[in-house]
């Protein structure tokens, strides 16, 4: 059973930056692709970014390219998130989430565990 910890979520002004961390822990790390997803009040669960089991591959939803990045650290069993530039919009709960399996995915129901997730408010 894998678990995963977000950390690194809060209040910023827009323009701002945050580094969204997920530890993961009762697997290895490396054999499992992930993600990040996120959800605002009254919306779905919406994939933001993803990379693959090696780190290898990553993609980033198109309205967030140039602006976010995925990464993985596999010696620390985490997966990172890189969020510059933020807008009042990116408000939401980020979740992390994980997959057996080395290639990356974006839909909600491709992942087997999640996070408990991480709030982000962008203030105007």
């Known amino acids: 059973q894998v678990q995963l910890v977000e950390s690194g979520g809060g209040l910023v002004q827009a323009g701002g930056s945050l580094r969204l961390s997920c530890a993961a822990s009762?697997?290895?790390?490396?054999?499992?692709?992930m993600g990040w997803f996120r959800q605002a009040p009254g919306k779905e669960r919406a994939f933001v970014a993803a990379?693959?089991?090696?780190?290898?591959?990553?993609y980033v939803a198109d309205s967030m390219k140039g602006r976010f990045t995925i990464s993985s650290d596999n010696a620390k069993n985490t997966v990172y998130l890189q969020m510059n530039s933020l807008k009042p919009e990116d408000t939401a709960v980020y979740y992390c989430?994980?997959?057996?399996?080395?290639?990356?995915?974006?839909?909600?129901?491709?992942?087997?565990?999640w996070g408990q997730g991480t709030q982000v408010t962008v203030s105007s």
């Open positions: 989430a994980a997959t057996k399996g080395y290639y990356y995915h974006t839909k909600t129901h491709e992942y087997d565990y």
């Open positions: 990379i693959s089991g090696s780190g290898g591959s990553a």
């Open positions: 009762g697997g290895t790390f490396s054999s499992y692709a």
